[in-house]
Nanobody
Framework: QVQLVESGGGLVQAGGSLRLSCAAS????????MSWYRRAPGKQRELVAT???????NYADSVKGRFTISRDNAKNMVYLQMNSLKPEDTAVYFC???????????????WGQGTQVTVSS
């Protein structure tokens, strides 16, 4: 019905940069907020950054000033530019979107399958 597919993860040295992308496709009528979450080994999933349909952003304190979330509403895509990466940023990163699917009566949350980001020291 609605699919989210992430890309752009990989292995990078501390201080380096990566750009994650997430494409939403399927029976989409509208998308409100889009977010990035991450889950580090042995830890719970945490919210990294959110962007509303109007472009308002919010970040976890741990990534403020280093990560930038953006979106392309025409393409149903969301991005996460990650700079000055640290080993503690190592995690599986998940894309999330709140979607009003075509033919639906309510908003639903959809998730991507995740992409691994590994930062070596």
């Amino acid at each position: 019905q609605v699919q989210l597919v992430e890309s752009g993860g990989g292995l990078v040295q501390a201080g380096g940069s990566l750009r994650l992308s997430c494409a939403a496709s399927g029976s989409i009528f509208s998308i409100s907020s889009m977010s990035w979450y991450r889950r580090a080994p042995g830890k719970q999933r945490e919210l990294v950054a959110t962007i509303t349909g109007g472009g308002i952003t919010n970040y976890a304190d741990s990534v403020k000033g280093r990560f930038t979330i953006s979106r392309d509403n025409a393409k149903n895509m969301v991005y996460l530019q990650m700079n000055s990466l640290k080993p503690e940023d190592t995690a599986v990163y998940f894309c999330n979107a709140r979607v009003f699917a075509t033919g639906s009566s309510y908003w639903s949350d959809y998730w991507g399958q995740g992409t691994q980001v590994t930062v070596s020291s």
